[in-house]
């Protein structure tokens, strides 16, 4: 791999940067601080391959980037960890857009006094309401900022590159002035500068997390967001989980979990395809791994979406969403945060 390159300077006592459209100024501590920019890559020739859609890439230091599939599809998620199993266990490895993406295969890393706190990568998310004369979706750009460890590895900011001329300068004001402090647990994604189609693509046109709330099941210890506009969930007896209902009447939600008795996740995950189709679903997309089973289908008027983890203790949790057809599109981006939302507690 080629030496990173590097786009230092230094700030010095009292500096203070403005990100006017962000809203946010912040003063740089007194003591000078130099950053940094270097450059390493994620293409596949440079990564080891850990399956068909997942690969581990060298990055900065003793740090390594995650790349693969954050919905089972053609969705891609990326997260920084000292290993694989570190970085599979970020925020970051569940976080991604709702329409199919893809990341760029350049990883910036801004560093202070040569120690690396953050990410920037060029994202590509397909926009189907614009096609080329082909009738495939003409990608728009989004530079996405992660904040590294200490702490969570998670994204911090959005930046639409054809709406911001400077969006580079962008992305490393939001790097250095927002990332080392963000909580990943408390925080959203901020949009720094103008908005655009790429980042209303992202689905950050503010702050969405005022308008969702948490869902959590102390029997099976697992925790999922509920969409804004949705009813409390509506536990079941045995408090495995319950139901929630979109106001709108078009959607049900069923969160839930359950032991693994008769054999594996994978196991689990076969005989809950077998079941669909006996109850008249046309499953038109299943995978599962080891770790998260995806499916979805169709009957009548109607669509669902299931997804499942492993959760402590031998057992596992679920989502199922059905709506009706015909909003697939309004729903795309519900169902993608739900899906990177649902998490196991600690074990």
């Known amino acids: 791999m080629k030496q990173p390159v590097t786009n230092g300077y230094i700030v010095g006592p009292g500096a203070i940067w403005t990100l006017i459209a962000a809203g946010l100024a912040q003063a740089v501590p007194a003591a000078a601080e130099t950053f ?6 994620a293409a596949p020739k440079d990564c080891r391959r850990i ?6 890439c060298r990055g900065m230091g003793k740090l390594w980037v995650l790349v693969g599939p954050a919905e089972g599809d053609f969705r891609e998620a990326v997260s920084v960890g000292r290993n ?7 925020p970051a490895a569940r976080m991604t857009f709702g329409p ?8 910036e890393w801004r560093a202070v006094d040569g120690k690396p706190f953050a990410i920037i990568q060029r994202w590509y998310i397909a926009d189907i309401s614009d096609e080329d004369k082909d009738g495939r979706p003409i990608n728009k750009q989004v530079l996405v900022v992660t904040r590294l460890p200490p702490g969570s590895v998670c994204h911090v900011a959005y930046i639409d590159v054809k709406a911001n001329p400077d969006a580079n300068a962008l992305a490393r004001r939001a790097a250095d002035t927002i990332a080392r402090n963000f909580d990943c647990d408390e925080e959203g994604p901020r949009i720094v500068g103008v908005s ?3 980042t209303e693509l992202a689905g950050r046109k503010g702050d969405d997390r005022i308008h969702w709330s948490g869902y959590g099941n102390a029997r099976f210890n697992y925790r999922i967001d509920i969409p804004p506009e949705y009813t409390e969930v509506d536990e079941s007896g045995n408090g495995d989980g319950g139901i929630s209902h979109g106001l709108d009447g078009r959607a049900e939600l069923s969160i839930w979990g359950q032991y693994l008795i008769d054999g594996s996740f994978t196991d689990n995950a076969k005989w809950r395809l077998e079941q669909d189709r006996k109850d008249g679903w046309t499953v038109t ?3 599962s791994q080891p770790q998260w089973a995806v499916r979805s289908g169709t009957k009548g008027a109607r669509i669902f979406y299931e997804r499942g983890i492993p959760v402590c203790n ?3 949790a679920f989502f199922r969403i059905e709506y009706d057809k015909g909003w697939e599109k309004a729903f795309d981006p519900i169902i993608a945060r739900l899906a990177k939302s649902l ?3 600690e074990c």
């Open 285 to 287: 997309y299943e995978k």
């Open 343 to 345: 998490r196991s507690g």
């Open 196 to 198: 655009g189609r790429g």
């Open 314 to 316: 031998g057992a596992a």
């Open 84 to 90: 694989r199993a570190a970085a599979a266990a970020e």
């Open 51 to 56: 399956s068909s859609d997942e690969r581990i």
């Open 36 to 41: 940094n920019s270097s450059y390493t890559s």
């Open 100 to 107: 199919f993406n893809s990341s760029g295969e350049t990883v």
